[in-house]
């Protein structure tokens, strides 16, 4: 690419589902721990050593991976990967560390806890896989964060940090062969091992509704449809479907519950995808006074991709709105980056864009209602409500409304 940076990323393939309940929010532990320095640097010697270069650095956790990434100029690529490997294979875990960052992550859990569109959105991860490492929060709890020892944080690092499980992605101007010979250099002494597999979804239990009564200003919805993973071809169907339901200004949320009624500010639904299942999620604050008239309105517009086959006018705004914001969201290297990580990792193998774009050009209007019907059900589907008025809202209104999708 006719770029002069470079953004290299050390993908791991571990995440939340990966955790007991014992340990839960040990992988995003790990992640903080392993900016606080290594055995021949410090924190401030790893960030000197990048941002002195004009460079940026960060890291995230997800439910199936941890991603460790920088963005540089090609010139320092070579230092910057060391600096990353470094981290990846040599963390301090010093104890003084992990007693600083214990009371930093808990006082980050009190941070979301205050918000409550996340913790709506907590509470329905809760509720739709039930009892599994998958509705568990990623940053863990405060008794579970709490109680970690040095030993825990360390073996699970140990069991999940290894060649079999880690991918490391350069996207920008690198030469391949080049990037390959270096990367070998730095981890290719790394031991072998298996990496351990996760709890498989099925095993997951779910709950149909929860009102959780907080003082705010809004009521907070989130409603999630359980369905069939990522390697499921049903999945361009399903994003299209939720492009129409509510992914921008134009779709049928947001010009019916916020245009037509006034009832809200931000609505949108989204897609995530996971190795055997995933959700469909609808995310709302509302009026409070009018929260339940909302709810049916929301739940009107799911049950008509059941009814009725989307226009053909809708289809191709959809079409061109998902393939449009993939192109714009592949113009830096960053996002080659993201795009080329979570592919090897899910996939095992690099999906090209233009793959995507001609499997979403194929979905039809018939595909779209067929997807619906299968996935939009009652049995799947669970909802979380915060609100001042719990009283007023009851868990089994919010049950009644879910049963009106059969």
Known sequence: RNVSSVTVGVWVGVGGRWESKKLSGV???????????????SARQ?????????????????????????????????????????????????????????????????????????????????????NHPLGRPLIGTP???????????????????????????FAGDVVHEERVRHVRRLLGRAAARRARGFVAADKAGQLRADVIGKEVEQAH?????????????RRYALKILS????ENMSS???????????????????????????????????????????????????????????????????????VGQMKIGLENSGSHMMWIGEHLLGYGALVQPEEVIKRLEGVSATDVQAVARQVLRPGRTSIALVTPDAGKQSVSDLSRSLRKLA
């Open 27 to 41: 992988s995003h532990f790990i992640e903080h721990l392993l900016f606080k320095g290594t055995q021949k640097r």
């Open 252 to 322: 049928r949320l947001f010009q019916v519950v916020r245009e037509r009624h006034g009832m809200a500010y931000s609505i949108h639904s989204s897609v995530h995808m996971y190795a055997d299942t995933g959700v469909l999620e609808v995310s709302a604050g509302l009026d409070r006074k009018r929260a339940g008239r909302a709810i049916e309105l929301v739940m009107r517009e799911l049950r008509r991709f059941k009814e009725k086959a989307v226009s053909r006018h809708e289809l191709r705004r959809a079409k061109d709105y998902a």
């Open 221 to 233: 919805l989130a409603l999630g449809v359980r369905h069939f993973g990522r390697h499921d071809r």
């Open 46 to 130: 790893i960030s000197q050593e990048i941002e002195g270069r004009g460079g940026y650095f960060n890291a995230f956790t997800q439910e199936e991976s941890t991603c460790y990434y920088a963005k540089i100029s090609s010139e320092y690529v070579e230092e910057v990967t060391e600096i990353l490997a470094d981290m990846y294979l040599h963390p301090r875990f010093a104890p003084e560390d992990i007693e600083k960052e214990r009371g930093v992550i808990i006082e980050e859990i009190m941070m979301y806890r205050d918000q409550p569109h996340q913790l709506v959105l907590e509470r329905l991860g809760e509720l739709l896989w039930h």
């Open 243 to 246: 492009v129409i339901l509510g």
């Open 143 to 169: 008794k579970t964060v709490g109680g970690m020892t040095r030993a825990d944080i360390m073996g699970h690092k140990r069991r999940y940090y290894i060649p079999e499980n880690t991918v490391v992605v």
